[in-house]
């Protein structure tokens, strides 16, 4: 079993769909362990996507991710990381396969519902820039 970190972004807080993404999550055998909505900084948004800081639309992303409350969540199950991205589908929704969240909520490339962790050591990372450990059972 493995954990991911998985956020559900702006756009979608924005539309109640946090019930129907999680719904996909479970459908798909990934159980939430945990989850909180928050509402990020520019600053906390800046560090957690610091990997894409030279990346042209860097701020734009930075922007939209601090634009509203987000919800954090940590999913597991077999594979959790290469099946949550399974269940999101293509970071651009056009290039999605349908059923994936992105085919069916994401608005376009930049406002695209979820977030989810690509690797195992990101994944930790993440996970632990959300969650403490007395909030993770
Ligand atoms: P995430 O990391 O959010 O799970 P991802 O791994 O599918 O998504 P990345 O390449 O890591 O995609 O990009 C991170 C995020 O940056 C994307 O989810 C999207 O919100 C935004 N993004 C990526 N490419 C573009 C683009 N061409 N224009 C605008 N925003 C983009
Ligand atoms: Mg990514």
């Not at 900084?41 to 800081?53: C, S």
Request: hydrophobic residues 40%.
């Amino acid at each position: 079993t493995e954990r991911t970190l998985s956020i559900i972004k702006p756009d979608a807080t924005r539309r109640n769909l946090t019930g129907k993404i999680n719904a996909k999550f479970e459908d798909a055998g990934l159980r939430i362990v945990a989850q909180k909505r928050i509402h990020l900084t520019k600053a906390q948004a800046g560090e957690f996507y610091k990997v894409h800081a030279e990346r042209p639309f860097y701020q734009e992303l930075v922007d939209f991710m601090a634009s509203e409350p987000v919800v954090v969540q940590v999913l597991e199950g077999d594979n959790a990381i290469a099946k949550n991205r399974e269940v999101m589908g293509a970071t651009n929704p056009a290039d999605a396969e349908s059923g994936t969240i992105r085919a069916e909520f994401a608005e376009s490339v930049g406002e695209n519902s979820v977030h989810g962790s690509d690797a195992p050591e990101t994944a930790k990372e993440e996970i632990a820039y959300f969650f403490s450990g007395l909030e993770l059972v």
